[in-house]
């Protein structure tokens, strides 16, 4: 009986010794501040996404680098080479910083191009922000050229 509890409990801790050992990585950008002229930058956000307008993803090619990016900090933290998890770290919340940055400049979404303005959004966003020429999202480019990326890297799965 007592052999069993300890084999059951050695069976316990090899399992979370091995759910500790590969690193979770959460990435993206935030700005600087979270609100522009007195609204919820957020809130513009998801009503935007809701609208078609979602620059938050990744091309293929930079899907490609972040995996990349992704195994080279699992082999760093494998190597309990700290300095080398937030290099890479560092580098693959720039990347995604650069993707929507991109995009946002592009006009493009993950559904491809960003649906356009209404005629009406549009004379309001010339008129009132004084806006003219924007991308969608922008306003004054004040928040876009203040997205910095941000990313963590932690112990489990």
Known sequence: MIDMKIKGLEEVLQFME??????RISKGCAADGYHEGG???????NSQAKEGRKPYFLDASDEQQGMELERQIVDAWTERNAGRVMDLARRIGQLFTDAVKRHINEGRSEDGPMKPLSKRYEAI????????????????GQLLASLAPFTSVRGGR
């Open 18 to 23: 091995d759910w500790c050992s590969a690193p």
């Open 125 to 140: 966003k010339e008129h009132v922000y004084h806006a003219k020429g924007k991308p969608i999202l922008v306003r004054s």
């Open 39 to 45: 609204v919820a930058n957020a809130t513009i956000l």
